[in-house]
């Protein structure tokens, strides 16, 4: 599902602990590091899907989270050129993203796990609520520069 201006509706998940950290996932055979993210699927809200892709991507189901805020308005990031199908119909240059911040009770970290569907993490970690723009893939930093200063308010004990 590409809108009509070639960006890939999508959700990125933003999970964040008591002590204001958030998770941070390893891609499976990569060293590069980013939030769970993935796109809504035709006749699926944004909720629905991040809801799918939480469970998808790190084992999580609704009771193990709370959603703490999401953001107002779509952010979008461009692909690099080299990342653009060509010949794709229709073409999708980029992502657009609703982003959610998710509070994840210490009690249920357990119940991460990347064996659900066809993985796309192998492994996860805690960082400080800022760590990841230092971390992720340039062409996504503007996306993660937006969420994160949009849902800072809604963090508990943020740092």
Not at 57 to 62: K, S, T
Not at 120 to 126: G, V
Request: with cysteine.
């Amino acid at each position: 599902m590409i809108d009509a201006d070639g960006f890939r509706p999508n959700v990125g998940i933003i999970l964040v602990n008591a002590q204001g950290q958030v998770l941070w996932a390893k891609r499976i055979g990569h060293d590069s590091w980013q939030f769970p993210q993935g796109g809504i699927n035709r006749g699926e809200t944004p909720l629905e899907a991040m809801y799918r892709e939480l469970y998808e991507e790190v084992g999580l189901l609704p009771e193990h989270v709370k959603v703490l805020a999401v953001t107002r308005d779509w952010l979008r990031y461009r692909l690099p050129k080299r990342y653009v199908r060509a010949g794709q119909e229709p073409l999708c240059i980029g992502q657009k993203q609703k982003w959610f911040l998710l509070y994840l009770d210490d009690a249920y970290t357990d119940h991460i796990r990347f064996d659900v569907g066809v993985p796309e993490f192998d492994d996860w970690q805690w960082v400080s609520y800022w760590y990841p723009l230092t971390g992720v893939v340039p062409f996504k930093k503007s996306v993660y520069q937006r969420a994160l200063a949009e849902l800072i308010p809604a963090v508990p004990l943020a740092d």
